[in-house]
């Protein structure tokens, strides 16, 4: 019989350099039901809550803006909103040690998305 370990994500592996952690970092709210996200989640912003939530390639509720990426893994499963920490800028980061939505399933949309983040201050530590 095999034994199978799963390791964590750690955000090491997609956050590479940070100018100043106390500047390039936010407090945000990750609504309920949300689900269980991982560090290194890309995410957008919901328009009319100031909620975040996993960038949504095509939405139209200001989540298709790529605008930080989640420093922690959360629980956001629950029926409460919970707190979390995106990196929000003047950081150098992994590309490929990102973790998506299930929307962004084309390298062009990636690249898209990583076009937002790099008008934030995001550069590529190397290209995806």
Not at 82 to 91: D, T
Request: with cysteine; aromatic share 4%; net charge negative.
């Amino acid at each position: 019989m095999a034994v199978v370990t799963h390791y964590p994500k750690l955000s090491g592996e997609w956050l590479k350099h940070e100018l100043d952690c106390e500047l390039n970092r936010e407090q945000v709210m990750i609504p309920a039901a949300t689900g269980n996200l991982i560090t290194g989640t890309v995410m957008g912003k919901v328009t009319a809550s100031g909620k975040w939530v996993p960038h949504v390639n095509g939405a139209a509720d200001g989540s298709e803006v790529a605008a930080g990426i989640l420093l922690n893994g959360v629980d956001a499963s629950g029926p409460s909103d919970v707190q979390g920490v995106n990196v929000i800028g003047n950081a150098r980061i992994a590309p490929l040690e990102l973790t998506w939505d299930a929307s962004v399933d084309s390298q062009t949309k990636k690249d898209a998305a990583l076009a937002q983040l790099e008008s934030l201050g995001f550069k590529t530590a190397y290209q995806a």
